[in-house]
């Protein structure tokens, strides 16, 4: 079994070296290609004709000067461009969970989107931000892995990969929330102005908005959320809406 194990918050992300840990459990044909910095909020975008410079650091890992998305195609189409593709793309663990609005944001879950492009099951990792990782975190979820992956008939249809919220202490229950509403990037900050130049930042973090039933409630209660995801989101239109659109 080949895993290929990708981030957003850079290949020397602690996260990262714990996904790392427990997929080794799992198997020893266990790859990493991660962003050379932090690329937090890069979605699923790709840097297409642009140099891109990989730097192998360690046996088996390598570093990406491009964007999360560019990590699994740079591993498709030159790590592995001769050699056996992944069965499985893992992603994170993310440095805070990946919810509600984060799900069109997020590297970590633009990561799996570029799986499944590519025909492979994927699972996107977060968690809540400064947990007590610990080794028991790492067999757990290196158990919680290998489940996925033996019931991935039930989940790993064309186009969908999962999302996982894991909570602040492990092991802990599941839970399948609604995806609820909860924007980052709501304010903007003024670092500098002169005349016509103006230079704002947009601060990190929020409050965590929550609404019963939702990924925050479920995960704030100490519970592992988990969604399916897919990659098209059509919602069809009504046919009398197209026969009343002149044409």
Known sequence: ???????????EAPGLARLANAAGGLSDDVWVVAPDGKRTAAGSSLTIARPLTMRRVKPNWYSCSG??????VSAMTWLFADARKPDLVLSGVNDGRNVAEDLAYSGTLGIAREATFWGVSAIGFSRVKNPDFTDGDDRWLGALIASLWQSRADWATEGHWLSINLPTALPAEIRQPRIGRDKIGRTAEIVESDGDRTVITVPRGRAHASEPGDENEAIDAGFVSINRLNWFGETRLDERFLDGIPG
């Open 1 to 11: 079994m080949r895993i290929l194990i990708c981030n957003d918050d850079g290949i």
């Open 67 to 72: 964007t999360p998305a560019d990590c699994v």
